[in-house]
């Protein structure tokens, strides 16, 4: 019962997009409406908001992968395949929120909580930030959408052959799947939009 109720838990805490409620409340910005790609992100408010309202976003976007898996660590095992399903939760709830489920982020900034909230199991969480410096600094591949969907491929393979925890494993499979497929979803949705920007042009 403890793995159900905190999967149910993740998921409505990752259905919480703090990107949009907090702009809205604090400054009055809709930063689905205001930014380019319509994206309900950390990234956008720090570009529409600036430093301290994304910073505050960025912290909620970490607690809310970070709270409910934290938590459940702390009373049920980690290493059971059953946790599995709490590992992912919150990051289904912030691609896909609970009645609202297209109107879902890309799950980045939750995801690291996540892997930071089965400390101190930590490689699962450097190896995602390594991987993210790697193709933002080193090995740069533009637009950010496909640096993401790269970073996130190379994380679960990786995570996948050197974690000795099955459940993380399979968990980063599940997890970078999710963000995968919300990244081409976005990339879909807004290759659509431009196309019929142009008609309407012509």
């Known amino acids: ?58 912290i909620c976007e970490l607690m809310k992968g970070f709270l409910p898996v934290y938590l459940a660590g702390k009373v049920t095992a980690i290493k059971s395949l059953l946790f599995t399903p709490v590992l992912v939760a919150p990051v289904l709830g912030h691609a896909f929120p609970f009645l609202h489920t297209k109107k879902g982020g890309k799950a980045i900034a939750v995801s690291f909580g996540v892997l930071l909230g089965i400390f101190p199991i930590w490689q699962p969480a450097v190896l995602l930030a390594a991987a993210y410096i790697s193709f933002s600094l080193i090995l740069i591949i533009n637009p950010h959408l496909f640096r993401s ?5 190379v994380f679960s393979v990786l995570n996948y052959l050197t974690c000795p925890v099955p459940s993380i494993r399979l968990g980063g499979v599940i997890l970078s799947g999710i963000v995968i497929l919300k990244h081409l979803i976005k990339y879909q949705n807004e290759t659509f939009s431009m196309k019929l920007f142009r008609r309407r042009l012509l």
Do not use: Q
Request: one cysteine or more; proline letters at 3%.
């Open 149 to 153: 969907v790269f970073t996130f491929l």
């Open 1 to 58: 019962m403890n793995y159900i109720l905190f999967t149910i838990l993740g998921y409505l805490s990752g259905s919480i997009l703090y990107a949009c409620w907090l702009p809205k409340l604090i400054c009055g910005e809709n930063i689905v409406e205001e930014s380019s790609d319509g994206n309900p992100g950390t990234a956008n408010v720090y570009k529409n908001c600036g430093i301290f309202i994304g910073t505050l976003v960025l």
